[in-house]
């Protein structure tokens, strides 16, 4: 049955891309009710991100590794490993925040989860956590994309009122394929043209340019030239937190040095998913949770 919820940011089942205001705060909460400062909120209701340095310790960073060496190996053809087409090697893994101790305790520490509960105003639960891998020298690229495009179209969230905690595991620099954010594009909602295919979520996550959910060479130069692009750098345990309608990406990375992240998605309690609005059916919980219990 498809949902009857009023669908405020309609996307595919076009032919063109269309790029609307926002119609959603950024910030649902306040300075007072987290572990941001009042200028870092303001900051990032203006740009759409924040960072962090020395958001994990040395000796979390280190365990974090081991854990991502650990599920790849154990893992080996479960659905919730995505690995690079052509060389086998692990891309990303999926719902981690269920399959390790470890992540689960670290993602709902107050200085993490309480940024989330902060900038979204409300309890929160983990829509999805991933680790997310680029070897050196043959790390796929991740195209430019806004998560809350695909979240609302195939998995159902209503508003963008949801965000990423990216968090570095290994040092990011400039060159080995770290994270691109285009600064302020998250007040600009882009509906993507063409059709949601069956099952297209597969094809969707080892594809260098996704053929739907991403917006057209034109829309993307006109908000690059408008905003400017930011490279986020920092070294291992750093963070960067973003609002779920950035626009993002990342290059490949052809260094000889590992880029590897830690990202976990927190939607608001009072976002939670319903019917997709532009597919035929939801995807699979390890990439949009249908269990919305709040983290304690």
Request: glycine share 10%; with cysteine; hydrophobic share 30%.
């Amino acid at each position: 049955m498809r949902t009857t919820v009023r669908d405020d940011y309609p996307t595919r089942g076009r032919t063109a891309c269309e790029s609307v205001e926002r119609k959603d705060p950024v910030v649902w909460g306040s300075a007072a009710g987290g572990p941001l400062d009042a200028e870092a909120v303001v900051e990032y209701d203006r740009r759409g991100f924040h960072t962090a340095e020395g958001l994990l310790a040395a000796h979390d960073v280190g365990n974090l590794l081991e854990e991502t060496s650990r599920l790849g190996r154990e893992l080996g053809d479960d659905d919730r490993v995505v690995r690079e087409k052509g060389s086998g090697d692990v891309r990303s893994v999926f719902d981690v925040h269920r399959l390790s101790d470890l992540v689960d305790s670290i993602v709902r520490r107050p200085e993490i989860a309480g940024i989330a509960r902060q900038l979204l105003g409300s309890e929160v639960y983990v829509h999805q956590s991933r680790l997310n891998v680029k070897p050196g020298f043959r790390g796929g690229p991740f195209y430019w994309h806004s998560d809350f495009e695909t979240w609302h179209a195939e998995d159902g969230m209503p508003k963008p009122r949801a965000l990423s905690i990216s968090i570095a595991l290994t040092e990011n620099y400039g060159y080995n394929g770290g994270l691109m954010i285009m600064p302020g594009s998250h007040k600009t909602y882009v509906s993507c043209a063409g059709e949601t295919p069956d099952d297209y979520y597969r094809e969707s996550l080892v594809t260098h340019v996704p053929p739907t959910g991403s917006p057209d060479e034109d829309t993307l130069t006109r908000l690059a030239a408008e905003h400017g692009i930011a490279t986020f750098t920092g070294p291992a345990g750093s963070a960067t937190v973003f609002d779920s309608n950035c626009m993002h990406g990342s290059n490949g990375n052809i260094t000889p040095f590992p880029r590897s992240n830690l990202f976990v998605v927190f939607n608001s309690v009072e976002n939670t998913l319903v019917e997709p609005f532009a597919a035929s059916r939801p995807r699979p919980p390890y990439l949009g949770s249908r269990d919305f219990t709040p983290l304690r």
